[in-house]
């Protein structure tokens, strides 16, 4: 009805309705949080690159000897000291062993020692970080003091003594390296839990009647969990390092296992005649190194709660 009470025409006005072709182009899909940082990952090139070079280099790792038909421990000393050739893709060492079967099975070495180590660290860092920084009082004293014992313990003397006194196996190689290298884990995660435990789902958990462990597992964990995956990242290609160090100076792996450290160790001996011996193994740790730290960087930026759009 109009202001001076006369009524209005049905067809006057003209029904507003929602365009739903139109509306099904402005929604948003809705993201899971890792699905965006998959998205957010994707979006870095580099990082994408870096996943990219890992998968090749651990396709070659395990296919690579099947495909080139050699042993990596046959000895021929009628094809000693060979250039890389068709025959020989990384050519032969001194003893006419195949160097591209022994980089292919020295790199799963050296991955499994990365792996292991990392694994040792991230569990022993984590529980400790979270029980510490959850608990509180004398708990989180007695955690701290034993991070800063270790902590100042001289790494390398460490670990040639337990590797004298072990024997210089994978297992000792692995416990030596990651004797020491869950303190700074321990921090980091102990800093994230303490800014944690203050929020309400976990007050609430606490409410419920919810233990210490079940609190770690189900709520703190998952809130961690990005700060652990750049922590693996980056963790994996410094004990790849360590163990080719170690190598270098005789702690390593035993013959006649192989790893990367000790191949390149053996090639920087025979570095003015047969330099191809001691290239291709460091190539192979240069390339892993480059990769895992890509993929940290991309991790760290998807995982970055300021960079959500």
């Not at 049905?10 to 929604?27: A, I, K, N, P, T």
């Not at 979270?130 to 390398?156: Q, S, T």
């Not at 670990?159 to 884990?185: P, Q």
């Given at each position: 009805m109009n202001v001076d009470g006369t009524a209005l025409a049905?067809?006057?006005?003209?029904?507003?309705?929602?365009?739903?072709?139109?509306?099904?182009?402005?929604?948003k899909p809705a993201l899971t949080y890792w699905a965006d940082v998959w998205r957010r990952f994707r979006q870095n090139k580099l990082a994408v690159f870096g996943l990219g070079l890992?998968?090749?280099?651990?396709?070659?790792?395990?296919?690579?000897?099947?495909?080139?038909?050699?042993?990596?421990?046959?000895?021929d000393s009628s094809i000693r000291n060979q250039k890389p050739s068709a025959e020989h893709w990384f050519g032969t060492d001194d003893l006419g062993r195949d160097m591209f079967t022994r980089v292919c099975y020295g790199g799963r070495?050296?991955?499994?020692?990365?792996?292991?180590?990392?694994?040792?660290?991230?569990?022993?860092?984590?529980?400790?970080?979270?029980?510490?920084?959850?608990?509180?009082?004398?708990?989180?004293?007695?955690?701290?003091?034993?991070?800063?014992?270790?902590?100042?313990?001289?790494?390398?003397?460490?670990?040639?003594?337990?590797?004298?006194?072990?024997?210089?196996?994978?297992?000792?190689?692995?416990?030596?390296?990651?004797?020491?290298?869950?303190?700074?884990?321990?921090?980091?995660?102990?800093?994230?839990?303490?800014q944690l435990k203050e929020q309400d789902y976990v007050e609430a958990a606490r409410a419920l009647g919810s233990d210490t462990w079940r609190i770690i597992m189900r709520h703190l964990l998952p809130n961690t969990l990005g700060i652990i995956m750049v922590q693996i990242t980056m963790s994996v290609p410094g004990f790849i390092f360590g163990e080719a160090f170690l190598s270098y100076v005789g702690l390593g792996i035993r013959p006649p296992e192989t790893s990367w450290g000790a191949l390149a160790s053996y090639g920087q001996e025979k570095l003015m005649f047969q330099p191809h011996m001691l290239f291709f193994p460091s190539l192979m740790i240069v390339l892993t190194t480059l990769s895992f730290h890509l993929i940290g960087d991309g991790l760290s930026d998807a995982l970055d709660p300021k960079l959500r759009r």
């Open positions: 049905g067809d006057v006005f003209e029904r507003v309705g929602v365009d739903e072709v139109s509306s099904e182009h402005l929604e890992l998968v090749i280099i651990i396709v070659m790792l395990f296919l690579g000897p099947a495909l080139s038909g050699k042993d990596y421990q046959y000895i070495v050296s991955i499994l020692i990365g792996l292991l180590c990392t694994v040792v660290m991230i569990v022993i860092g984590f529980a400790l970080g979270a029980l510490a920084g959850l608990k509180g009082g004398w708990v989180d004293n007695l955690i701290m003091r034993l991070v800063e014992f270790v902590g100042n313990l001289p790494y390398l003397i460490i670990v040639v003594i337990l590797t004298l006194v072990m024997g210089r196996s994978l297992f000792a190689l692995v416990f030596a390296m990651s004797l020491t290298s869950w303190v700074g884990t321990t921090r980091m995660v102990r800093g994230q839990i303490l």
